[in-house]
């Protein structure tokens, strides 16, 4: 059975950069969209970045883009999201999901999901 499972959270401070890892067992994963979400205290869970199994092709949310960096490894069976010049409202639970198909990762519809991370961001 799929599993996803996220590290690398902690503590930055405003301006710094973080590395979120996601292992993924079970499934292969160049077959699998992947996608990036966070969720924030009161506010709704977001999409922040995705990377589509059917094209190939990297995708990032307006507010991250200039930012955070995703990676795939498909020996490794990882994906990476390098968050760089981090700010106060990048502060949530980071997540990565999956899912295997065709759609357009960015419907943000995913089927398996990490249990997610924790990022704070501080000055």
């Known amino acids: 059975q799929g599993k996803l499972v996220e590290s690398g959270g902690g503590s930055v401070q405003f301006g710094g950069s973080l590395r979120l890892s996601c292992a993924v067992s079970?499934?292969?994963?160049?077959?699998?969209?992947i996608g990036w979400f966070r969720q924030a205290p009161g506010k709704e869970r977001e999409g922040v970045s995705c990377?589509?199994?059917?094209?190939?092709?990297?995708y990032h949310v307006d507010s991250v883009k200039s930012r955070f960096t995703t990676i795939r490894d498909n020996a490794k069976n990882m994906v990476y999201l390098q968050m760089s010049s981090l700010k106060s409202e990048d502060t949530a639970v980071y997540y990565c999901?999956?899912?295997?198909?065709?759609?357009?990762?960015?419907?943000?519809?995913?089927?398996?999901w990490g249990q997610g991370t924790q990022v704070t961001v501080s000055s």
């Open positions: 079970g499934f292969t994963l160049d077959k699998y969209s």
């Open positions: 990377i589509s199994a059917d094209t190939g092709n990297t």
């Open positions: 999901a999956a899912y295997r198909g065709f759609k357009d990762c960015r419907l943000w519809s995913y089927d398996y």
